[in-house]
């Protein structure tokens, strides 16, 4: 009968040991991660609401990135096309100035010279890249838009080889805003534009020159519209980042509010399993030297 009893009081004593060691290790890694739930049995719907805070804020981190990278785009394409607005007005006011009856045939033979070089500008701005991807293939990035094609020295076209699709970045769900460009639609005619100023030029043709100017007016005006709508998009992106970056902050707060521990009270309550787990420990070991006296 005393060894049953004896092996209860050890069981007993073991169990909640067992049990105060348990609590006290569970306090120990609430202090030490700051997380009040490390495991599902801490709080499951609590966990499960956390969860899905996380994917929330990973897909906002991704939108984030995709705004980011939709910024550069249009930055890079606003500023290739202010060049391509101010080259365009160039060879204008010099189809201007040559369309004078006054100008030579020698002068404006010189003039074409400078007007090849504008179209060569205008086509390496065409071309522009962003991180090896190209902003006016459409959705072709990897493919350079535009190619000349030459007789002897001079250019004699320009072909398209992008697309029609402009490239364009999620920024929510069902929600894309074009970033990159379709060339053909933004340079328009302007190539071929200016290879007939220059060859209008070549062959001292005033009426041809003259022609010329108003074709240039339009190639300007749809590149001003062009520039237009990057603003715009432009609003967009920074509007859409406010929306994100308070939903984030939001989020975030209230992932805190879920699993973040109170540290004063973590750290208090750690301090009172340790005393309990020590006041265990000595009452156990007090008892079974008083269970082991039963066999002397």
Do not use: C
Request: glycine share 8%; proline share 2%.
């Amino acid at each position: 009968i005393m060894r049953i009893a004896n092996q209860s009081i050890y069981d007993g004593i073991t169990a909640r040991l067992i049990a105060t060691s348990d609590a006290l290790q569970k306090a120990n890694e609430i202090v030490s991660s700051g997380k009040r739930i490390n495991h599902l049995s801490d709080d499951p719907v609590g966990l499960v609401q956390v969860l899905g805070l996380r994917s929330a804020l990973s897909s906002m981190a991704q939108l984030q990135k995709n705004i980011a990278t939709g910024r550069t785009w249009l930055n890079a394409g606003e500023t290739a096309l202010e060049s391509v607005k101010e080259l365009i007005s160039d060879a204008k006011v010099l189809g201007l100035q040559m369309a004078n009856g006054t100008v030579s045939a020698a002068e404006r033979e010189a003039a074409a010279g400078q007007v090849n070089g504008i179209l060569e500008q205008i086509v390496s701005l065409s071309n522009t890249q962003v991180n090896g991807q190209y902003l006016f293939s459409g959705t072709k990035t990897d493919v350079k838009p535009f190619e000349i094609s030459y007789t002897a020295e001079d250019p004699t076209g320009v072909d398209y080889l992008g697309n029609g699709n402009p490239f364009a970045i999620r920024i929510g769900k069902d929600m894309d805003v074009p970033v990159g460009h379709d060339g053909k639609a933004v340079f328009g005619e302007v190539f071929q534009n200016l290879i007939d100023l220059r060859d209008a030029l070549q062959n001292n043709d005033v009426d041809g020159i003259s022609g010329s100017i108003p074709k240039l007016d339009v190639d300007f005006g749809r590149v001003i519209n062009t520039v237009s709508g990057i603003g715009a998009r432009g609003v967009r992106l920074d509007v859409k980042e406010k929306i994100i970056e308070d939903l984030n902050l939001s989020y975030q707060e209230r992932k805190s509010d879920l699993e973040d521990a109170d540290m004063l009270e973590a750290i208090s309550e750690l301090r009172a399993r340790e005393t309990a787990y020590e006041a265990a420990l000595s009452s156990s070991a007090q008892v079974m030297r008083m269970s082991l006296l039963d066999y002397l």
